[in-house]
């Protein structure tokens, strides 16, 4: 099928080059000519495990191309996908006049019927109004339709995530459009869930803040666990085991971060009490991940005494592992809070480096090139972020070269008692802190 993807961010850019890899054409547009320049050229604007691979392989397959014209995709596809970002207002609303202008520019250009497609993460009723945008402003009357189809796609695992989904969600009106979203996805070999727009749109929200609510739930235990010295990961695997529940997203830590979970929730939030239905549960989500941050620094503080003109190196800076995105990152916000009070920060982290350099707020810690150069005469080790380099870094050589061995380790990546036996004094996360031996 001929398919194009307004807007080449994470989600847009993935989903046009998976679309491609089952055998679809697709434009991927964006208004960024630097980036579509980019794009052309072979360069991938953003780190994501095996996109670079996928995209090269399309476009030299011709199956995928790059432009700035909605006029070039809209005339050139039976599908068009809207994936422009949707960023959090400061009242916790979300900004959708990046959809309203995509909207008004595919109905200026609409000269012949196209299924119109909602892909960015938007409140429900959305699709009501992107229609209604599209009618107003069309000025050929060419007939379309408009369908919700939210992704569930991770940063770190976006690829696999796309191409072996655990299930396609469609929120359309009428059978036309259904058919056609069922031969994009047809290879695929997913569930389809078939629903109203204003359900399909619900299901993203409602997704991610349980996931949210997961995080949140086990990082409250962390904290109950601290005071009674028991075993976070020994209770989140003893709960996880039962099939109701799970073990995914019981992973205790200084909190969840990211363009996703803090933004939807607050947009979840904001639409409850629109609808009259005030959520406070995810208020209270809210509140953990917050107080989870701050539990830690409280260590951080504690420990040091005082902070300033203390070297202090962190390890991760991305608000995840496998992604370069330093979005709502608390790695980033810790920083921040050290710099604050004075303390000389050192920061590494392995595909982060670039856009961490563009924060303001962490300009005045030192960006090094390796994990092992920042430690060098460190009086402390903050982790911030689990990448698989770190878990399987040398201790021995870590202790050597700190000053002091104290690590602060906000993602449990190692064990106490080995920690421990090293000679490190270690603190992690609903684990009892250890004293060297």
Known sequence: MDLSIIGSGYVGLVTGACFADVGHNVICIDNDSRKVEALQAGKVPIYEPGLEEVIHRNVSAHRLRFSGSIKEGVDNSQIVFIAVPTPQQPNGDVDLSYIEKVAREIAGVLTSYRVIVDKSTVPVKTGEKV???????NRHGADFDVVSNPEFLREGCAVADLMKPDRIVIGAQNERAIDLMKKVYEPFMA???????????LIKHAANSFLALKISYINAISAICEASGADVAKVADGIGMDRRIGRSFLHAGIGYGGSCFPKDIAAFITISEQLGVPFNLLKEVQRINASQKERFLKVIRETLWVLREKKIAVWG??????????????AIELVEDMLKQGAHVVAYDPKGMDKAREVKAISDARLVSSALEEIEGAEALVIATEWSEFANVDLAVVKEKMTTPI??????????????????????????SVAPR
């Open 317 to 330: 800076l991305t608000f995840k592992p496998d992604t370069d995105d330093i979005r709502s990152s608390v």
């Open 407 to 432: 690590i602060f380790d906000g993602r449990n990546l190692f064990d106490p008692q080995t920690m421990a036996q090293l000679g490190f004094r270690y603190h992690s996360i609903g684990r009892a």
């Open 191 to 201: 569930p389809i869930l078939v629903t109203d727009i204003n359900s399909a749109e």
């Open 131 to 137: 229609a209604e945008s599209i009618k107003r402003y």
